[in-house]
């Protein structure tokens, strides 16, 4: 969570935060009216649309909105970690994550 506060940190209107249970639930308790999800490929947006569906039928007031991200499509945390660990790859690591992510990925080495 500190990662994604620092990304965000400065930015009006976003708020990280985690939680156990039903996202719609948490989303009227916490007054929010639309639901940002990040979407890199088929598999992500097969998963992400049913719970559009979902959480449409529970709460027809709060919206779902798809990002894809296109910087970062190529992107996952197991290919960041597997830069990370290869001294040789680490240079790949600046177009794929923030760089204070990196510098936290880089100390756990």
Request: hydrophobic share 45%.
């Amino acid at each position: 969570m500190a990662l994604i506060r620092e990304f965000y940190k400065g930015q009006s209107g976003i708020e990280a935060d985690h939680f156990d249970g039903v996202t719609v639930e948490y989303a009227r308790a916490h007054a929010v009216q639309v639901l940002v999800r990040g979407i890199r490929g088929v598999a992500d947006f097969e998963a992400e649309i049913s719970l559009a569906f979902i959480n449409r039928a529970i709460a027809p007031d709060i919206e779902t909105l798809f990002q894809f991200p296109y910087r970062y499509l190529d992107t996952s945390s197991s290919l960041v970690r597997e830069l990370a660990s290869h001294a040789s790859l680490r240079g790949f690591l600046p177009d794929r994550v923030p760089e204070h992510v990196m510098e936290a990925l880089l100390k756990k080495q």
